[in-house]
């Protein structure tokens, strides 16, 4: 490992590959002891947390006094947005995130799912007395349907039917971007729409909704916690994932 001569002692190249070894070693060891105080630690600190509108609103923010209640010295802060927010440069400690997990870098970020949702048609019983129930897709036509659409997202959907999926462009005579706006709209009596399960299963209960063609619902769509990849979790994230893992059950469509 070592070269001699009568002046001075240096490093073969042998140690000197030795001494890159041992330092990669060294950083992979304090790394995991670092993890274990971290789980170890008791969960403190500003967490910062980014999430879409809707299901921040009906589910991460509703979610949050309850978390604090059990892990008094995290404070918190939600920012609700449709954009897309960058965890690093805007010093997020993670983003709730709607859709699969595509284009997160490997290396950068990793994404645990905590929910999934479903659309299915719905409307108020004073729509369906007045305008009767559509019998397939092709009696949508004749409906006012409110549509989904964000971006790319929403303007063709594909929905599931009796085990075969099925590519449908909702009629646009009425669209919004918010999911929110799209459940009030259809509240109001006089349209229907294609609504995520989860923001409509209590009106679905309670009988201020009924659901319409109940052979068909979209494709699953997995909600995620986004995080930045590091060589340890800070133990107010790892609390918040596994709190949210936890509290928020899988929707049971009516």
Do not use: C
């Not at 209640?69 to 404070?75: A, N």
């Amino acid at each position: 490992l070592f070269q001699r001569s009568t002046r001075k002692v240096g490093l073969t190249e042998e140690g000197e590959q030795f001494l890159k070894n041992g330092v990669v070693l060294l950083e992979e060891l304090e790394a995991v002891s670092e993890e274990i105080r971290e789980r170890r630690s008791e969960p403190r600190g500003h967490l910062r947390i980014s999430s879409v509108v809707a299901f921040g609103q009906e589910r991460i923010a509703p979610a949050i006094p309850r978390f604090m209640e059990k892990f008094p010295k995290v404070e918190v802060e939600l920012e609700i947005s449709t954009r897309k927010v960058d965890l690093v440069q805007e010093h997020f400690d993670l983003a709730i995130r709607i859709g699969g997990s595509d284009g997160l870098e490997a290396s950068s970020f990793k994404a645990r799912k905590i929910f999934s949702q479903t659309l299915i048609f719905v409307a108020t019983p004073e729509y369906v007395a007045e305008m009767g129930q559509p019998q397939s897709l092709n009696d949508l036509e004749r409906h006012l349907v409110v549509k989904q659409i964000s971006g790319s997202w929403g303007r063709v959907n594909e929905l599931w039917h009796k085990g075969d999926k099925i590519v449908f462009n909702l009629p646009e005579m009425f669209v919004v971007n918010s999911p929110n706006a799209a459940r009030n709209a259809v509240l109001s009596g006089g349209a229907m729409g294609l609504i995520g399960d989860y923001l409509v299963n209590d009106m679905l209960s309670d009988g201020r909704m009924v659901r319409l063609l109940p052979e068909y619902r979209t494709l699953e769509q997995p909600i995620y916690a986004v995080f930045v990849h590091r060589n340890y979790m800070p133990a107010k994230v790892r609390a918040f994932i596994d709190y949210l893992t936890d509290i928020l059950e899988p929707a049971t469509t009516i």
